[in-house]
């Protein structure tokens, strides 16, 4: 058990429709990473939380916003979900940023829009 | 782009052989991690190398770094059927940067 909590498990969702996905970090932990892999893919960086600011953007879509809250729990909205968003949603929490020190993986929540 | 890239793509292997896999990136780092992904599950991290250093050793596992190189490489001995995974290297950069790029893996298959 890494600490890192994610929720839900599964999700399953028709396209247009918005979904949102839910991160509780280790304790401890003031950054919190999102991360996409599609089937048999690599992981795609999306965003990075530090101690509740956005400190790094990647490859998210306009469509897809994040956030993370005082507790330091994070979220990351979905919407006008297509097929092709359809994948596993990652969330890692580390004590810094920067990727200096070792990131701990929640077990994804995986999302299929049909 | 920071993201590495690992090479092979995959790798199949018998039990008790070792195994290895290289990573290479692009840009200037702080330290290289490889972490482990079981299918469809969370990834695991296995070992952080900084800039400064060569190598490490945990257990069964070595990882080289070359920064005039920019490249890594992960040396598992003695493999097990347990060890089948994909393997990732994942970079941090330089201090202000706080993101950390993943490539896209190697996965290992080891035969009993």
């Known amino acids: 058990d890494s600490g890192v909590t994610q929720t839900p498990k599964h999700l399953i969702t028709a396209t247009g429709q918005r979904v949102t996905l839910r991160c509780s970090p280790r304790s401890g932990d003031l950054s919190v990473y999102w991360y996409q892999q599609s089937l048999d893919q690599g992981l795609q960086f999306l965003i990075q939380y530090y101690n509740g600011e956005e400190r790094a953007k990647g490859n998210i879509l306009e469509r897809f916003s994040a956030q993370q809250f005082p507790d330091l729990h994070s979220e990351l909205n979905l919407s006008s979900l297509e097929l092709g968003d359809s994948a596993l949603y990652f969330c890692a929490s580390s004590k810094r940023g920067g990727g200096d020190t070792e990131a701990f993986f929640g077990q994804g929540t995986r999302l299929t829009v049909v | ?112």
């Open chain 2, 1 to 112: 782009s920071q993201q590495g890239e690992e090479d092979p793509q995959a790798l199949s292997i018998q039990e008790g052989e070792n195994a290895t896999m290289n990573c290479s990136y692009k840009t200037s780092i702080n330290n290289l991690q490889w972490y482990r992904q079981n299918s469809g599950r969370g990834l695991v991290h296995l070992i952080l190398i900084r800039s400064n250093e060569r190598e490490k050793h945990s257990g069964r596992l070595r990882v080289t770094l070359d920064t005039s190189k920019k490249s890594s490489s992960l040396l598992i001995t003695a493999s097990r059927a347990a060890d089948t995974a994909s393997y990732f290297c994942a970079t941090g950069g330089r201090t202000g940067a706080n993101n950390l790029f993943f490539g896209t893996g190697t996965r290992l298959t080891v035969i009993p």
